[in-house]
């Protein structure tokens, strides 16, 4: 369990790291890719639905292979426990610092990175289509 521990927490730093280098070309400011990293990075969802199937699939209970479903289904656990609630309370508190609504710059971008002038569009809505 320890290993498992050890390689899901090393798993979660590669995938933040990852998120960033992502992020690259974005028009986001670094505080955005961090709380979009990190975010990001809650793995309860996938886990909870897979981990029954794995054990589910398993017929023989004194197989090597149920051992081994056993062992997925607790590092599956264990990564719902270590990531979903301190994500959670990282959106919470982190969240209202890290985004900030700047009204002061709106920039828009196109494919290859350059800023383009924004302009008021007059889209019609709902009322205005006969």
């Not at 292979?65 to 919470?92: D, G, N, R």
């Amino acid at each position: 369990m320890l290993i498992g521990s050890g390689i899901l927490l090393a798993a979660l730093f590669i995938r933040v790291i990852v998120t960033i280098i992502l992020d690259y070309g974005s028009a986001m400011n670094y505080k955005e890719k961090l709380f979009c990293a990190v975010a990001m990075s809650t793995k309860a969802t996938v886990q909870a639905a897979l981990a029954p199937v794995l054990i589910g699939l398993v017929l023989d209970t004194k197989s090597d292979e149920y051992v081994y479903a056993e062992k997925v289904m607790m590092i599956c656990i264990l990564s719902i426990v270590l990531t979903a609630p301190p994500m959670a309370i990282f959106v919470e508190v982190f969240g209202p610092k890290l985004l900030k609504n700047d009204t002061n710059e709106v920039v828009k971008r196109d494919d290859l990175g350059n800023s383009v002038e924004i302009r008021d569009v007059y889209r019609p809505g709902q009322t205005d289509v006969s």
